[in-house]
């Protein structure tokens, strides 16, 4: 970034669903950035995405990162690229906006984050937008204020309406648990230690040996419990709902009913959220712009870049999913054994 140029120019890698919304965002809706490369395996879909903002394309995502004009990178490639990519940043110096996962096993997760402490410079920060959600802030602030006495239980509830069909039962971990995993560090402020899933019956419409629902627990280090309904195929909207119930109370976010019309004839209701970017759009919008404010800060003084969950959360996360991953396939409570955190790692489980 030269002392002219006042835009953070940043490289786009993998423009699938989320990358575009990215590369949407970052080019009409937030302030002090504009794309400048964008890379995906599919060279037809990278010049679908950069043409019409004047990107160039750039096919080899290394090459991307390394670019003369990048000074940040977002990532949105599929999850096992992210190690590689993520390490790249790093080496070069560069923000980096991961897209979750951080990586796809927590050991190299952890790795990834003992070499950002290493390097002296935080940069990456991971897309765990949820955090960024007005009523997930709200109830955070509401916890961590002591305004409802200590947490005792996290109700927690995660329904798609449609899914692809590779999604299996560990998918449903790994793809979608991983946000409850990031949402109740966030919320308890504490680490989750232990992990139990039960798997009941199942839908019709989900594939032979596919536990879809499924009861997830998570085990929290002051003995807070947190339970999850994971739910992917329901067929009906997008639902994700909170509830904590504390000493001195509870609170609950996500009703998601929108507008609430009354008709002649005598029916009256909301309307559904059909997906997740409709449900989190604000919090992703959100989640960039600080980035970007973030990440400017970082090039420009040569300092840390973050301004979110880090690498730790990440590396957390894989933790609870790696945990979740074996109850699934073993039937039995399996703990998380995360390693300590280093005192020079950064700050708090919230690193936002
Ligand atoms: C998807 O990848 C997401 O990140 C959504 O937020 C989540 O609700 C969905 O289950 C995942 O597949």
């Known amino acids: 970034m030269s002392s002219q140029d006042t835009e953070l120019k940043v490289a786009v890698l993998g423009v699938g669903k989320m990358g575009s919304f990215h590369v949407e965002s970052l080019s009409r809706r937030t302030r002090g950035a504009r794309v400048t490369v964008v890379s995906d395996f599919s060279d037809e879909q990278a010049h679908r995405v950069a043409d019409p903002i004047g990107a160039r394309v750039v096919a080899d995502p290394l090459a991307a990162i390394a670019a003369d004009d990048v000074d940040a990178v977002v990532i949105a490639s599929p999850g096992t690229a992210h190690e590689e990519q993520v390490l790249a940043c790093l080496e070069a110096g560069k923000p980096v906006l991961c897209e979750k996962p951080l990586t796809t096993e927590a050991a190299t997760a952890a790795a990834v984050h003992r070499r950002e402490t290493e390097l002296g410079r935080r940069l990456i920060q991971v897309g765990f937008m949820r955090r960024f959600d007005h009523e997930y802030a709200a109830l955070q602030q509401m916890i961590a204020g002591d305004e409802l006495g200590a947490p005792l239980m996290l ?198």
């Open 155 to 352: 109700h927690c509830t995660h329904r798609n309406p449609a899914v692809p069909e590779f999604f299996d039962s560990e998918f449903m971990i790994r793809d979608s648990v991983v946000h409850e995993a990031d949402s109740a560090r966030f919320l308890l402020g504490e680490e989750i230690t232990a992990v139990s899933v039960v798997r009941g019956r199942p839908t019709g419409s989900a594939p032979a040996g596919v536990s879809d629902p499924m009861l997830v627990l998570f085990e929290a280090e002051s003995g807070a419990l947190v339970t999850i309904e994971i739910f992917v195929r329901t067929g009906i909207a997008y639902e994700v709902r909170t509830e904590v119930v504390a000493e001195r109370g509870s609170a609950l976010i996500g009703l998601d009913q929108n507008v609430v019309t009354k008709r002649v004839g005598g029916t009256w209701g909301g309307t559904s959220t059909p997906d997740f970017v409709a449900r989190f759009g604000q919090a992703y919008d959100d989640q960039m712009q600080r980035w970007v404010a973030a990440a400017t800060r970082g090039v420009t003084t040569g300092g840390d870049a973050v301004d979110g969950p880090g690498s730790w959360d990440g590396y957390a996360a894989a933790a609870i999913c790696e945990a979740g991953v074996a109850a699934v396939i073993k039937g039995e409570r399996v703990e998380t054994g995360m390693e300590a955190r280093s005192e020079a790692s950064g700050a708090t489980g919230d690193e936002s």
